[in-house]
């Protein structure tokens, strides 16, 4: 069975860092370029950050120098280093097998039409 597990989300306030992990099983993270995306209230689905097999890594713009995605193949385990938290970063996290933006909807409806694997989200609050 194909699974992808967030962990390590929480509240936190403004200035603060949080470390995501995202652990899958069932599939190599060898064969794909993973990605990170977040889901805020009101807000459409934005992809964070992606990382590639071979470690080449993107950035949002709105995370650029203040988040790291890494990854650990031989754990089947990709990270996200979020670092000065600000309140607008507060969000569901997916990780998925995927990176391609997302222009309109949730990233629940995105990812699950898409046919990737992805997981069901960790919840980061950032307070003032």
């Known amino acids: 069975e194909v699974q992808l597990v967030e962990s390590g989300g929480g509240s936190v306030q403004a200035g603060g860092s949080l470390r995501l992990s995202c652990t899958g099983s069932g599939f190599s993270f060898d064969d794909f370029t993973m990605g990170w995306y977040r889901q805020a209230p009101g807000n459409e689905c934005e992809l964070v950050s992606s990382?590639?097999?071979?470690?080449?890594?993107k950035y949002a713009d709105s995370v650029k120098g203040r988040f790291t995605i890494s990854q650990d193949n031989a754990k089947n385990t990709m990270y996200l280093q979020m670092n000065s938290l600000q309140p607008e970063d507060t969000a569901v996290y997916h990780c998925?097998?995927?990176?391609?933006?997302?222009?309109?909807?949730?990233?629940?409806?995105?990812?699950?039409?898409?046919?990737?694997?992805w997981g069901q989200g960790t919840q980061v609050t950032v307070s003032s």
């Open positions: 998925a097998s995927d990176d391609t933006p997302i222009y309109g909807g949730t990233c629940r409806d995105n990812l699950s039409r898409r046919g990737h694997f």
């Open positions: 990382i590639s097999h071979d470690g080449n890594t």
